[in-house]
């Protein structure tokens, strides 16, 4: 049984329109009728769904992030682009940086740093992602990626109060691999370390579902999960949300 506060961070990705909205009423009626658990729940939709939903979103617990960012903290001639602000002025409060989707089409270190902290002027909570490939792993490689995208990642950031890592391993997204436990331990422990004494909180994302929840949430160090592909199904992402809990 889990007694410590646990984050529930569904990324939809490029998924969900108007419509998907109605879907939520029943993750509504079970955060309202949930008074036990130490829960937080965000749901990340696409730009497009993020004032919608914050709007749905307004009388109950659950609360609303983006999915990125341009780093450019002011308005700009960048077509296509919004920035942190902007995503906060719509009902954002959280932002996931660095997602490895994002870093595979060309986002590097140094701009996710930018992001970060344009994001942290602006007043959101950062959802920093960091993981490795899997020929990273295969070659031993993990913890010095992991330290490699921290460290420049929170590159002359002082103040990481309102950052929250995500060890998403990049070879368990949506694949329905995840680590072994002993693995998961090290890497989240080996994190962990390298804050000192005032550590963020870090969750776990790849490849959640309400089948592999139980192994994963025995590790107590994680404070929680970054859920794809099962968090756009309530009915999934409640019974992932129940058997962390059990
Ligand atoms: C993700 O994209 O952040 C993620 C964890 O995806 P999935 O749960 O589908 O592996």
């Given at each position: ?6 984050y529930f961070v569904?990324?939809?990705k490029?998924?969900?329109d108007?419509r ?5 009423d ?5 955060s309202n009728?949930n008074?036990k658990?130490k829960?937080?729940?965000v749901?990340?939709?696409?730009n497009?769904?993020?004032r919608?939903?914050s709007?749905r979103?307004k009388?109950t ?5 983006a999915?990125?960012c341009?780093?450019?903290?002011n308005?700009?001639a960048?077509?296509?682009s919004?920035?942190a602000?902007?995503l906060k002025?719509v009902?954002?409060k ?6 490895s989707e994002?870093r ?6 140094k701009?996710?740093?930018?992001k970060i902290?344009?994001a942290?002027?602006?007043g959101?909570?950062?959802?920093f992602c960091?993981g490795?490939?899997l020929v990273?792993k295969?070659?031993?490689k ?7 995208q921290?460290?420049n990642?929170?590159?002359?950031i002082k103040?990481?109060s309102?950052?929250i ?8 997204i949506?694949t329905g ?10 890497s989240?422990?080996f ?7 005032k550590?963020p909180k870090i ?12 192994q994963?949430?025995?590790?107590d ?5 970054l859920i794809g592909g ?15 809990f059990?």
């Amino acid at each position: 049984m889990t007694n410590k506060y646990m984050y529930f961070v569904a990324n939809w990705k490029m998924f969900g329109d108007l419509r998907t909205l109605n879907s939520l009423d029943s993750i509504i009626k079970f955060s309202n009728a949930n008074k036990k658990n130490k829960l937080k729940i965000v749901y990340c939709p696409p730009n497009t769904l993020i004032r919608p939903l914050s709007k749905r979103l307004k009388k109950t617990k659950l609360e609303v992030g983006a999915q990125n960012c341009h780093e450019n903290e002011n308005y700009g001639a960048f077509t296509g682009s919004v920035n942190a602000g902007m995503l906060k002025n719509v009902g954002a409060k959280y932002i996931i940086l660095g997602h490895s989707e994002n870093r595979q089409s060309g986002e590097t270190d140094k701009l996710i740093n930018l992001k970060i902290k344009s994001a942290i002027k602006s007043g959101l909570k950062i959802i920093f992602c960091i993981g490795e490939t899997l020929v990273e792993k295969k070659n031993k490689k993990t913890n010095q990626v992991l330290a490699k995208q921290i460290n420049n990642g929170l590159k002359s950031i002082k103040n990481k109060s309102n950052i929250i890592l995500a060890y998403e391993p990049v070879w368990s997204i949506g694949t329905g691999l995840i680590p072994k436990s002993n693995d998961l331990l090290k890497s989240v422990s080996f994190i962990k370390n390298r804050f000192g004494k005032k550590p963020p909180k870090i969750l776990y994302g790849g490849s959640v579902n309400s089948n592999n929840v139980a192994q994963l949430k025995d590790i107590d160090i994680i404070d929680g999960f970054l859920i794809g592909g099962a968090s756009q199904s309530s009915k999934k992402f409640i019974d992932i949300i129940k058997k962390t809990f059990n």
